[in-house]
């Protein structure tokens, strides 16, 4: 089931800064498939309530060390 929650302005900017920020971490680009994950991850994420940057970049980041290991 997919959720449909409307993004409010201020919070597409503020996943836009830490999808960013991912992406140079672990110096990922914008095209690839890891992208791909971080992003599905940081709306899925966000529609589960988690409004905080910190937060958001924190619970994306075991996603990322999973993928980037080759384990799922």
């Known amino acids: 089931?997919?959720?449909?929650?409307?993004?409010?302005?201020?919070?597409?900017?503020?996943?836009?800064?830490?999808?960013?920020?991912?992406?140079?971490?672990?110096?990922?680009?914008?095209?690839s498939a890891v992208a791909e994950g971080i992003l599905t991850r940081l709306i899925f994420t966000y529609d589960l309530g988690v409004r905080d940057p910190v937060l958001l970049k924190m619970l994306t980041v075991p996603f990322l060390r999973q993928r980037l290991s080759g384990t799922q």
Do not use: G, K, N
């Open 1 to 31: 089931m997919e959720i449909e929650t409307p993004i409010a302005l201020h919070d597409a900017d503020m996943l836009s800064v830490v999808f960013e920020e991912l992406l140079q971490d672990y110096q990922t680009s914008r095209d």
